[in-house]
């Protein structure tokens, strides 16, 4: 697993010193048995807050008409958008979220001055570095239900790790089966989520917990023998 993380690393582009130089810091904090902490950088915490903001866009009834759609919303005002990154995003510069935003094509300002909720979600990628960070934060929540998984002996009580595929799918079928495969994660993501919205409890004397899903799909080539092609 370390030997590839360390590809992963080099692969996204990151300078060998600066991936040696942190291999080292971490080697040092195991040897002296210490706690390794995980560091997010500024833009990885933009990134969760701006999803909250769209999470109360897409679902208070506030900020959404009477068919459930996000409606445009002026950028101040008592509900205003700037409301909802206040509310999401504490101090930040208002100025600032609506830039990331506007960028990474989560809201489009209209000729009228509102603005428009472009996506139910936040998607980054290509070249977008807090893509790579938010990917790395996925797969160690895999690893931990891995663990997790590994250390149960009730098949019952152990977390969702299944996988769907074939080894001989026609290369032309592949579009059709990332269409396919996305529009279908959409709708069974929007049930779950609808599911986990409906027993959220953020307050309450009880203990809680996070809890979600994640899905990703794959296409890679094929061993013929003992090579890969």
Not at 57 to 75: C, E, F
Not at 169 to 184: H, Q, Y
Request: hydrophobic share 40%.
């Amino acid at each position: 697993m370390l030997s590839a993380a360390v590809k992963f690393l080099a692969n996204a582009g990151l300078p060998p010193a600066s991936v040696v130089k942190r291999l080292r810091a971490l080697a040092h904090t195991v040897e002296a048995a210490q706690i390794v902490e995980t560091v997010h950088s500024e833009d990885y915490d933009l990134f969760a807050r701006v999803s909250g903001v769209v999470h109360d866009w897409t679902r208070s009834p506030d900020y959404t008409g009477a068919d459930g759609v996000p409606k445009l919303l002026p950028r101040r005002g008592r509900r205003s958008l700037s409301v909802l990154i206040r509310k999401r995003c504490g101090r930040c510069s208002i100025s600032s979220v609506l830039r990331w935003m506007s960028v990474r094509g989560v809201v489009r300002r209209r000729t009228n001055g509102r603005y428009e909720l472009l996506r139910r979600a936040v998607i980054t990628g290509h070249f977008d570095p807090v893509y790579l960070e938010w990917t790395a934060t996925v797969a160690a929540h895999f690893l931990e239900t891995a663990f997790e998984n590994w250390k149960e002996r009730d098949p019952e009580a152990r977390q969702v790790d299944r996988i769907a595929r074939v080894f001989n799918l026609p290369e032309e079928e592949v579009s059709n089966f990332r269409l396919f495969a996305k529009k279908r994660a959409e709708s069974w993501l929007e049930e779950i989520d609808n599911w986990l919205e409906d027993h959220d409890a953020p307050t309450g004397r009880r203990r809680r917990v996070e809890a979600g899903v994640h899905v990703h799909g794959y296409v890679r080539s094929v061993a013929v023998g003992s090579k890969w092609r």
